[in-house]
Structures are given as C-alpha cells and as structure tokens.
C-alpha cells in the first residue's frame, strides 16, 4: 500500500538522478518500492525501479505510471541503498548500476521450459482394441498407440522421432480420451543428476585453528568487519572458508563466496557442494535458464552459499552473515564496464548494511588489504606454511644480459631453462611456461645492463610511439626522444622488448621436436569448454609442456609439474602503470605456486633482464612482508593507493583534435576545483597530493577508428576525489563528438 502520490523512479540511464511519476489511483495497492515499473520517458517507454514514494513533488508536469510490474518486490531497500552508494562513488546512474545487481535474463523474465509429455490413459486391452479398429482409417495414430502401449508415457518429441506422429494424431487421440497430454518443466538444473560425495571437516592445522577461531568470534559479534587472511599457496585456505561457513549456517545465516572467474571450475564448486547442501552457483557459463534457476532459488531462500564470480557480490540473499572474496587481489574483482565497481569494495558496503562479516584470502594481499591490516582497520592472520609443510619451491632468476645472442636474433630461452627442461621432460615430468603478451605496449630498454627509460616524474616506463618517434609518459604526458644509446652504460643496444606467445610456441617445437605443447592463451582458448578439456588433457599427462598467459597461472595444482619456466618477468615490471611491481611480485608467487605439489617437489626458473627488481627478488624469496614494505615506501612518496586515492578519465572520439581538446578544457576544469577545494596559496606539502595529471594520449590510444586521450587525478582520499570529480557530472558525457568515461580506483590504465 503506498503512502505518496508520487513514485521516485530511478531509470537505466547515465544520469544520477530520480524522476517523479505519479500513482494513478489503480495502482495505489500495487506500487512499492523495489518494484520495477513502465513509465513514459523522452517520447518512449522505459523500465525503471521505484526508489522511494513522496507526497511533495516540484516538479510541473509529472506523467503517470503506466504499469506495475513486479507483484513482489524484485530487490528489497538495502540492496537499494547499495546501488545509490555505486552510483555515487563510481559516477554512474542509479539505475545503470540497478541493471548489475539482476541478470539479464531475470529481468526479461524467462519462462520455464516445459515439454509435452504424452501418456495413455486406458488399459492394455482397450487400447488394443482400440489399435485394431483404427489401423486401417488412422495408420499414424495407431502407431502412436503401439508405441505408447509399450512404453507407458513419454516426451512428445521423442514419440514424434520414433513413430513419425504429428501434434494433429496426438491431439485426435486426447479428443478421444485415450491419451493424456500434459506440460511438464524440463530439467536442465545445474546439478541435476549429479552426485557430490559428503564431505566433513578435515582435521585442521594449528594455524588453520587459529584462523577459523578468529573468524568464528568475529562472526558470533554480528557486526561489520573485515579480516584478511594471508595464506601461502596450498596452506589450506579454502578449508577455513568451509569451517567459517559452516559457524555461519549454525548461527542460521548466508554466505556468499567470490572467486575469481577463472578459478570457478567444477572442483571449485565441488568442494562447496560436498559439504553444503543448499548451495547456489552463478558465473557466466550458465545457461540462460540455468541462470534464471539459480537467482531465484536464492531470492526465495532456498540457497545458505552463493558462490560466483565478481557480479555474485549482489546476490539476493537476506541475512547475510559472512562474504568471502577469494583471491582478493585479483583484478578480475573490477568491472570494466559502466558501473566499473570493485566486488570487494562493494562487499564491504554491503556488509555494512547486514553487519557481516568480511574475509578477504589471498597468498599476496593487494597494497589496499595489506595497509588497511598493517594500521588495523582489518584483522590480519596468516598461514605461513603449506599443509603437510611441503616446502616452496626453489625459485632461480636467470640474468638474460648474459645470454648469448644466436646470429642476429635475441635469444628467448637460456641455456639454463633448456637443460632443465630436457632433464625435467626425459623423466617424464611436465613443464609449465608461462609468458605474459599482455606486456604489448612497446618499452625501451637495454640488452646490456637492462636499463628501462622511466618517466623521471612518476616513475612509469615510458612508452614508444612509433610514428612520433619519441617515447612518453602515459601519466602525465612527458615526451621525449629516443635515446640512440643507454643514458646507464653507454651501450648502443637500446631496443624495444615484447613477444608474444605465438612466436615463443615455434620456437620451442623446435627445439623439443618429440614432445608434446600445447598453447593456452585467449586466441586459442576461444571455445565454452576448450579451457577445461586442455587442462584434463594437462592432468592425464597428453601433454608434456604447457604455453600459455596468466591463465595458467592459477589455481592449477598438478603433482607432476615440477618445472615452471617464466620466460620473461620483463613484460609484466615494465607495464605503464603504477601496479607494475606489484602484478610481477603477484604473479610470479601464483606461478610458482603451480609446482612442488606433490612429492616430487619443484623447481621455477625466472628469466629477466632486470634481476636486480625488488619485485622479482622478494617473490624469488617468497618474501611477501619484504616485498610490501618497499612497495609501500614507493607508494607513499608519489600519494599512489592506498596513500592516495586515483581516478582516470578516458574520453574518446573520431576526430583527434576534438578529443585533445576536450580533455584539455576537462583538465582545466578539474585543476580550478583543486585550486579553490585547497587553497589558492597552494602549499608545496599537498602539490602532489591532490593534482591532474594529463591529459596524454591513452597508452593504447585508437581504438576501433577512435581516438582516445585520459587523464588521471589523484587525490589524498576519496571524498576529495569525489568532491573534484563531481566538477564533471554536469558534462554531456555521452555527446557524439566526445564521449567520457570516469574511472574510480582504476586498475587497467591502458
Ligand atoms: P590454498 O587455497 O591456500 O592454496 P587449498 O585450500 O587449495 O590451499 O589447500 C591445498 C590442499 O591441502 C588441498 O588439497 C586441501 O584439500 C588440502 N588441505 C587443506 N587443509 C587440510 C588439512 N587440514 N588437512 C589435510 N589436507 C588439507
Ligand atoms: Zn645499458
Ligand atoms: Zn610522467
């Protein structure tokens, strides 16, 4: 029952903003808030949800809701009040970030599937008869009667194939009352016809009992918190998630579990299944139905786990007591689409509103978790030792400056990697290699002493462009030209480095002529299922060597790897972008924690030309608490997260001139707020904390015919980051010549 006149109607548009429709008298008992409703909108009809009901509206002339749709409400107020906060911090609109929160197939609403089941309805001699006396006149409907009358009941289109009937038969014999034919739902739920095994509780470690006990006082509070749990790889950190769970369930509560994408395989899912009973699944190969299935299964509580990828963060559960974000580091966790949210900053906002409880697990912990453990915002446990205190592997850097060239060509494998490979391979063991492409924009660097022109500024490398024959900053557009020989040793060797995994695949058939690669990376992986068939393929042992990016980089655990080869650490430290270190130190821990799984141990090779990188050193040491110091250190002298907060900006259009342009008025806009937000007399102590930097040509900077430029403002925390990016929310973001995009905490800057 509504108590207003007006409904606040929030639309699927970029505009932060509620529209007042009134409530024709027809609808006073149906409209509430949560409900999705049909409104004139700008000449059209649009779908938008009711935010709120008021009985005062300034607005002139308001139009009338034309339809109710939902009969219950589809998202209840807090989920509401977590969409406004999106929108509010990542500069999209309300109902833009509304759309997120429910698949697009529950939007439209599916229908459930059914299949006609037909069945006869007389006994055996009857039908018999019946067979004798309509075989002549009706051939096709007395086959249907043999077939039925052996069979009982069966799904029309498989009566259709065996006796060759149409519905027409089908229907004739109904009128007559010999058959029945009814709608029955088709079963095609997740996990129909599987079987999960019980599993209970393993007998836990010492430091997996203190983890659990810690999250189980936390849980029994019932109010807001986080703890971040840092957990070597194969410690065991999935089973303290069980545990926790289960302490969850027992206070009659729900969980909802992210993991990365890429890490939702089937035994992912069937460690939860084994032990839960009432679990719900949502990632991205569903089917349409399946999908629908699931959702709804969770809004009508059937479903204690939801466990899904970064968009699972919105499930609709009530009474939520526990989310758990795997990997937490990961940035798959952020959208790269309007609304560009982070799952694991909206778990916290969420778990804000139902006073849960949040634990972020990760075996390297971004910068962001582990300052906020280090200053105690968050609890902080670990788990330092493998379960069964498996030791690390053994990691070796590789110097490439002193590795001989063949002929003209730079040389990608040492001679140290090969011979392992060899010894590794002939004892009928698998070798991992991995190489990250996505290092692709050009850097310049030395091949004698591995000298990296950075920018003096912001300390990122700088990128080359071709046709300016300069090189330059992507932060805040430095330009240079390129050096003819290093500004370090003098040498004349100065090249650009990158290559990909197609090129490496060659070279390596040649070399190991009689054994078996596989590539895995996006172009060959294209397929729903081509990912899980290649690693079956991996675990029985087809196939001895596996190429491929960082999608081999996780989660693999196969006992037979006992050699990971990197082929270049390079691509990764040398990313234009402030994370460069980090994603290195990350992803070279990920990779080595793919060997030395079982009991043949194992060993990580790691070639670069930068042995010297605190990265690579500390990740060589498996040294997670070295490595975050000197990051932060790095971090805090140029304001970068967690010391400061960033947003970029990328505006893109078909004329370059516009869009330079553009951003350049943008720029200036954005650097006149900081004036009057901090003072005219700007003190040199807050000069880096809070400026504009850019505009500058995006480092992939034309796409698709359209040229992009973006600039990145850095603030010291996040309410003066809003307060200067509100300067542009009155902007025609969406205008032809020049479209805008806002993104907050920003993790691909390319
Ligand atoms: P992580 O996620 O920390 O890398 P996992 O949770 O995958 O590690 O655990 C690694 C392996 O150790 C798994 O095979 C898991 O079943 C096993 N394991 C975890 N805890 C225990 C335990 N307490 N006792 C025996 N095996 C365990
Ligand atoms: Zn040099
Ligand atoms: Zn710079």
Same mark, same amino acid.
């Given at each position: 029952?509504?108590?207003?006149?007006?409904?606040?109607?929030?639309?699927?548009?970029?505009?932060?903003?509620?529209?007042?429709?009134?409530?024709?008298?027809?609808?006073?008992?149906?409209?509430?808030?949560?409900?999705?409703?049909?409104?004139?909108?700008?000449?059209?009809?649009?779908?938008?949800?009711?935010?709120?009901?008021?009985?005062?509206?300034?607005?002139?002339?308001?139009?009338?809701?034309?339809?109710?749709?939902?009969?219950?409400?589809?998202?209840?107020?807090?989920?509401?009040?977590?969409?406004?906060?999106?929108?509010?911090?990542?500069?999209?609109?309300?109902?833009?970030?509304?759309?997120?929160?429910?698949?697009?197939?529950?939007?439209?609403?599916?229908?459930?599937?059914?299949?006609?089941?037909?069945?006869?309805?007389?006994?055996?001699?009857?039908?018999?008869?019946?067979?004798?006396?309509?075989?002549?006149?009706?051939?096709?409907?007395?086959?249907?009667?043999?077939?039925?009358?052996?069979?009982?009941?069966?799904?029309?289109?498989?009566?259709?194939?065996?006796?060759?009937?149409?519905?027409?038969?089908?229907?004739?014999?109904?009128?007559?009352?010999?058959?029945?034919?009814?709608?029955?739902?088709?079963?095609?739920?997740?996990?129909?016809?599987?079987?999960?095994?019980?599993?209970?509780?393993?007998?836990?470690?010492?430091?997996?009992?203190?983890?659990?006990?810690?999250?189980?006082?936390?849980?029994?509070?019932?109010?807001?918190?986080?703890?971040?749990?840092?957990?070597?790889?194969?410690?065991?950190?999935?089973?303290?998630?069980?545990?926790?769970?289960?302490?969850?369930?027992?206070?009659?509560?729900?969980?909802?579990?992210?993991?990365?994408?890429?890490?939702?395989?089937?035994?992912?899912?069937?460690?939860?299944?084994?032990?839960?009973?009432?679990?719900?699944?949502?990632?991205?190969?569903?089917?349409?139905?399946?999908?629908?299935?699931?959702?709804?299964?969770?809004?009508?509580?059937?479903?204690?786990?939801?466990?899904?990828?970064?968009?699972?963060?919105?499930?609709?559960?009530?009474?939520?007591?526990?989310?758990?974000?795997?990997?937490?580091?990961?940035?798959?966790?952020?959208?790269?689409?309007?609304?560009?949210?982070?799952?694991?900053?909206?778990?916290?906002?969420?778990?804000?509103?139902?006073?849960?409880?949040?634990?972020?697990?990760?075996?390297?912990?971004?910068?962001?978790?582990?300052?906020?453990?280090?200053?105690?915002?968050?609890?902080?446990?670990?788990?330092?030792?493998?379960?069964?205190?498996?030791?690390?592997?053994?990691?070796?850097?590789?110097?490439?400056?002193?590795?001989?060239?063949?002929?003209?060509?730079?040389?990608?494998?040492?001679?140290?990697?090969?011979?392992?490979?060899?010894?590794?391979?002939?004892?009928?063991?698998?070798?991992?290699?991995?190489?990250?492409?996505?290092?692709?924009?050009?850097?310049?660097?030395?091949?004698?002493?591995?000298?990296?022109?950075?920018?003096?500024?912001?300390?990122?490398?700088?990128?080359?462009?071709?046709?300016?024959?300069?090189?330059?900053?992507?932060?805040?557009?430095?330009?240079?030209?390129?050096?003819?020989?290093?500004?370090?040793?003098?040498?004349?060797?100065?090249?650009? +480095?990158?290559?990909? #995994?197609?090129?490496?695949?060659? /070279?390596? *058939? !040649?070399?190991?002529?009689?054994?078996? &690669? $596989?590539?895995?990376?996006?172009?060959?992986?294209?397929?729903?299922?081509?990912?899980?068939?290649?690693?079956?393929?991996?675990?029985?042992?087809?196939?001895?060597?596996?190429?491929?990016?960082?999608?081999?980089?996780?989660?693999?655990?196969?006992?037979?790897?006992?050699?990971?080869?990197? +082929?270049?650490?390079? #691509?990764?430290?040398?990313?234009? /972008?402030? *994370? !460069?270190?980090?994603?290195?130190?990350? &992803? $070279?821990?990920?990779?080595?924690?793919?060997?030395?799984?079982?009991?043949?141990?194992?060993?990580?090779?790691?070639?670069?030309?930068?042995?010297?990188?605190?990265?690579?050193?500390?990740?060589?040491?498996?040294?997670?608490?070295?490595?975050?110091?000197?990051?932060?250190?790095?971090?805090?002298?140029?304001?970068?997260?967690?010391?400061?907060?960033?947003?970029?900006?990328?505006?893109?259009?078909?004329?370059?001139?516009?869009?330079?342009?553009?951003?350049?008025?943008?720029?200036?806009?954005?650097?006149?707020?900081?004036?009057?937000?901090?003072?005219?007399?700007?003190?040199?102590?807050?000069?880096?904390?809070?400026?504009?930097?850019?505009?500058?040509?995006?480092?992939?900077?034309?796409?698709?015919?359209?040229?992009?430029?973006?600039?990145?403002?850095?603030?010291?925390?996040?309410?003066?980051?809003?307060?200067?990016?509100?300067?542009?929310?009155?902007?025609?973001?969406?205008?032809?010549?020049?479209?805008?995009?806002?993104?907050?905490?920003?993790?691909?800057?390319?």
């Amino acid at each position: 029952m509504a108590y207003g006149k007006f409904a606040e109607v929030v639309l699927d548009i970029p505009l932060n903003k509620k529209f007042h429709y009134k409530i024709p008298p027809s609808f006073i008992n149906q409209i509430e808030i949560g409900k999705r409703v049909k409104v004139p909108f700008g000449g059209r009809t649009a779908v938008g949800y009711c935010v709120g009901l008021t009985d005062k509206s300034d607005v002139k002339t308001i139009k009338d809701i034309i339809r109710v749709i939902d009969t219950e409400p589809i998202l209840n107020s807090k989920m509401l009040r977590i969409a406004e906060w999106l929108a509010n911090f990542y500069f999209c609109g309300w109902g833009e970030a509304l759309e997120t929160f429910l698949p697009s197939v529950v939007r439209k609403g599916i229908n459930a599937k059914t299949v006609s089941v037909v069945r006869l309805c007389k006994d055996g001699a009857s039908v018999k008869e019946m067979i004798s006396i309509i075989k002549k006149r009706a051939p096709k409907q007395a086959r249907v009667l043999e077939v039925l009358s052996e069979v009982g009941e069966i799904t029309f289109p498989e009566l259709a194939s065996i006796s060759n009937c149409k519905m027409d038969s089908i229907n004739r014999l109904r009128d007559r009352g010999l058959i029945t034919l009814d709608k029955r739902k088709v079963n095609d739920s997740l996990f129909a016809g599987k079987h999960f095994k019980k599993t209970c509780h393993l007998q836990t470690t010492g430091e997996q009992e203190t983890a659990i006990n810690l999250i189980k006082r936390k849980l029994r509070e019932r109010q807001y918190g986080t703890v971040l749990l840092k957990g070597v790889t194969g410690s065991g950190k999935t089973e303290v998630y069980l545990q926790a769970i289960s302490e969850v369930i027992t206070l009659g509560l729900k969980a909802i579990v992210l993991v990365p994408e890429i890490s939702l395989t089937p035994q992912t899912i069937e460690r939860f299944k084994s032990r839960f009973d009432r679990v719900a699944v949502l990632h991205s190969s569903l089917t349409d139905r399946q999908r629908s299935d699931q959702w709804w299964d969770i809004k009508n509580g059937n479903a204690d786990v939801v466990i899904g990828a970064r968009s699972a963060v919105f499930a609709p559960l009530e009474d939520v007591g526990l989310i758990v974000i795997d990997e937490e580091h990961e940035n798959t966790y952020k959208q790269d689409t309007t609304p560009r949210y982070n799952a694991r900053d909206v778990s916290m906002i969420r778990a804000e509103y139902e006073n849960a409880l949040v634990v972020l697990g990760s075996a390297t912990p971004s910068l962001e978790s582990f300052y906020n453990a280090v200053i105690g915002k968050y609890e902080y446990v670990t788990l330092k030792n493998r379960v069964g205190n498996k030791p690390l592997p053994r990691v070796e850097i590789i110097d490439m400056r002193h590795e001989k060239y063949r002929g003209k060509n730079q040389k990608y494998i040492s001679d140290y990697l090969e011979l392992c490979m060899k010894q590794c391979l002939s004892k009928k063991e698998q070798v991992l290699l991995f190489l990250n492409r996505r290092g692709f924009s050009p850097f310049i660097s030395c091949r004698r002493c591995g000298f990296v022109l950075k920018c003096k500024r912001c300390d990122i490398s700088m990128t080359y462009h071709k046709n300016k024959a300069a090189v330059i900053c992507h932060y805040c557009f430095s330009e240079e030209p390129v050096p003819e020989k290093c500004p370090e040793c003098c040498s004349p060797g100065i090249s650009f +480095l990158g290559v990909g #995994t197609e090129r490496m695949e060659e /070279d390596i *058939r !040649a070399r190991f002529p009689q054994y078996k &690669l $596989l590539r895995m990376d996006s172009d060959t992986m294209r397929g729903r299922d081509s990912h899980e068939k290649a690693l079956s393929a991996f675990g029985r042992g087809d196939i001895d060597i596996l190429l491929g990016t960082q999608m081999i980089a996780k989660g693999l655990d196969f006992p037979n790897v006992t050699l990971v080869g990197v +082929l270049s650490a390079d #691509t990764i430290v040398n990313m234009p /972008d402030f *994370r !460069a270190g980090e994603r290195t130190f990350q &992803l $070279l821990c990920q990779v080595a924690g793919r060997t030395g799984r079982g009991s043949k141990g194992g060993k990580v090779i790691v070639q670069t030309y930068n042995p010297e990188h605190y990265s690579i050193k500390f990740a060589a040491l498996h040294d997670y608490d070295g490595f975050a110091k000197k990051e932060l250190e790095y971090r805090k002298q140029l304001y970068y997260p967690p010391y400061g907060r960033l947003a970029r900006i990328v505006l893109r259009g078909k004329k370059d001139q516009d869009v330079k342009k553009k951003s350049m008025d943008i720029a200036e806009k954005l650097r006149e707020a900081i004036r009057l937000t901090t003072g005219a007399a700007q003190s040199d102590r807050h000069k880096d904390k809070v400026e504009v930097l850019g505009p500058a040509p995006a480092p992939i900077a034309r796409v698709k015919d359209n040229f992009r430029w973006h600039l990145i403002v850095k603030a010291d925390n996040s309410e003066n980051l809003s307060t200067i990016l509100k300067n542009i929310e009155n902007e025609n973001r969406y205008s032809k010549k020049v479209q805008i995009m806002i993104d907050v905490d920003p993790y691909m800057l390319l």
